[in-house]
């Protein structure tokens, strides 16, 4: 099994080669999604966070 770290790290990958293919700034929305994902504190503040998100560009 992958380690955390590892997985971490991939998803981040896959997240920045997404936003790139999108045209988005991946430094910022890159940046700014990951922070939701480690910090909000429940799914459903999660989900809304990354909705407003990503509304902004899709």
Request: no cysteine; hydrophobic share 40%; charged share 30%.
């Amino acid at each position: 099994m992958a380690a955390p770290n590892q997985i971490a790290g991939e998803f981040e990958n896959w997240l920045n080669e997404r936003l790139d293919s999108l045209e988005v700034d991946r430094e910022v929305y890159g940046a700014y999604i990951l922070g939701v994902l480690q910090e909000e504190d429940s799914d459903e503040e999660q989900k809304d966070a990354l909705q407003g998100i990503l509304s902004a560009f899709l």
